[in-house]
């Protein structure tokens, strides 16, 4: 089975920088996938990796480290619009479910 | 291209009523997904369909059925509603088999009380 571990919530000021960490125990490993979902809207994919390291897009980062069973998602030049919950997901070889951590709130101030 | 489409939006059931959701996607994906949301407890997957032809249950399959009707669409009925199915339901797609990474889309949810 899969288990993930993020933080529910997190606030930070705009313009500032948000690191949301994610935890994983599972029985085989394909990658660790983020989701972003605004309130009452529908859950988009941000970022993917695979291989251990760090992905660049834009504004944002994620991390991985596969030995540490841990992966991250950096906020950076935070936004207002950026206020949203933010789930980190993984899918095991020979799986074809997803299993998603419970999320994590960021809320933007002004 | 409308992506996943979902319906209805909203519907609200009394007990034991029953209903189908429905659930669209115009991505000639391979896989598609039933999943709920409830406060504080992310998404949990229901049932799938990696292929057309083939349904699985996921982690909270009592009280639901699917039916992958063709490579389009994919419906998720509850015969017996009872409260503890109020959540918000959401439908994906994925073309799984293009290779190891499989990036989901969603549908728009439906969002369901059951009284």
């Known amino acids: 089975g899969q288990s993930l571990e993020q933080p529910s919530e997190v606030t930070a000021v705009e313009g500032a920088i948000v690191q949301i960490n994610c935890t994983y125990q599972?029985?085989?490993?394909?990658?660790l996938s983020w989701y972003q979902q605004h309130d009452g809207g529908a859950p988009t994919f941000l970022s993917y990796?695979?291989?251990?390291g760090l992905e660049e897009t834009g504004r944002f980062s994620s991390f991985l480290s596969r030995s540490d069973s841990y992966g991250y998602l950096l906020l950076q030049e935070l936004q207002m619009k950026d206020s949203a919950s933010y789930f980190c997901a993984v899918r095991s070889p020979n799986d074809y479910k997803l299993s998603f951590g419970a999320g994590t709130t960021v809320t933007v101030r002004a | 291209n409308a992506g996943v489409t979902q319906t209805p939006k909203f519907q609200v059931l009394k007990t034991g009523q029953s209903m189908t959701l429905q659930c669209a996607q115009d991505?000639?994906?391979?896989?598609m997904y039933w999943y709920r949301q409830d406060p504080g407890m992310g998404l949990r997957l229901i049932y799938y369909s990696a292929s057309e032809g083939t349904t699985d249950k996921g982690e909270v399959p009592n009280g639901y059925n699917v039916s992958r009707l063709n490579k389009r669409e994919f419906s998720l009925r509850l015969e017996s509603a009872a409260p503890s199915q109020t959540s918000v339901y959401f439908c994906?797609?994925?073309?799984?088999?293009?290779?190891?990474?499989?990036?989901?889309?969603f549908g728009p949810g439906t969002r369901l009380t059951v009284l």
């Open positions: 991505m000639n994906h391979n896989s």
């Open positions: 599972t029985s085989g490993f394909y990658g």
């Open positions: 994906a797609s994925s073309d799984l088999l293009a290779g190891v990474f499989d990036e989901q889309f």
């Open positions: 990796n695979g291989l251990d």
